[in-house]
């Protein structure tokens, strides 16, 4: 189920422009080219940085298995990255290739294609979208740690209104401590980078959100507990991919710690949610 309220333009817009290819105008043949012609200094260099960053966020990526280590992974980001420089094209019409490359070239890792697909993918187009690493000016840090901070507060009150319409139990006090979560996260934000108040902002906010909750319930009908855990999910998988969004920046190394804890906060949410569906007669 959509929560289409709680996106920020501040994300819109730099999803935006990081979709934007290197050498815009160009034929993509013609930057693939150029990218393997590179000298072999440069291109390790490349791999090295791609390396790097893939060890840092692996964990929250969507098709990520939670207790699957990055040594699981790596060797399909490294099939990924080194195909995007070796195959032009788009990836779509090499994943037949890849797939049996895979086979070969898989190493330790014990997962099979289905479960590698998204790495490998999300490896090469990383690989072909990358440009030199250009680090927010203060004012775009401060609107993106205050996109964050909003988005927090936006998350707590779609489950405070979730939790109204759930019935006493498990699921409640899971989304109570949900909700104490997200609303200590915006204020750890808030107190760590000296975010200004915005309360008007707040409110208009709020309206919002409530007439998106109403929507969402007259579509739903009777608020039945697997409606009401898809909602809370939706809302809290919304605020993963903005703190995924922000972790592709080039961020300060403290600034980068804050929302790398705050983002594996969201994502141990959404698995707990998971678990619940196991464990709860739905």
Known sequence: ????????????????????????????????????????????????????????????????????????????????????????????????????????????????????????????????????????????????????QRLNLQTAKCLRLAVEQAPAGLLQQMLQRHIQAFEAASAELQHEFALPAHDRHGRRLSATLQRGWESVKALMGQPTMPRLMDASEDAERMLLVAYRGALRESLPEATRTVLQRQAMAVQRGIEALHWLRSCLPL
Not at 82 to 96: C, H, K, M, N
């Open 1 to 148: 189920m959509p929560a289409p309220w709680i996106a920020d333009d501040f994300f819109l817009r730099r999803t935006q422009r990081q979709l934007r290819p290197v050498g815009a105008g160009r034929s993509q043949a013609a930057a693939t080219s150029d990218a393997a012609n590179e000298s072999p200094k440069i291109q390790a260099n490349h791999e090295a940085a791609q390396d790097e960053f893939w060890h840092d966020h692996y964990h929250l990526e969507s098709y990520y298995v939670s207790g699957r280590g990055y040594d699981q992974y790596r060797p399909a980001y490294e099939l990924g990255w080194r195909a995007a420089l070796q195959y032009p094209g788009d990836f779509a019409s090499v994943v037949p290739v890849l797939e049996a490359q895979w086979q070969r070239d898989r190493g330790t890792s014990l997962l099979d294609w289905r479960q590698v697909s998204g790495a490998v993918k999300a490896a090469w187009e990383r690989m072909r979208h990358a440009g030199p690493t250009v680090g927010l000016s203060h004012l775009q840090l401060l609107a993106m740690l205050q996109a964050l």
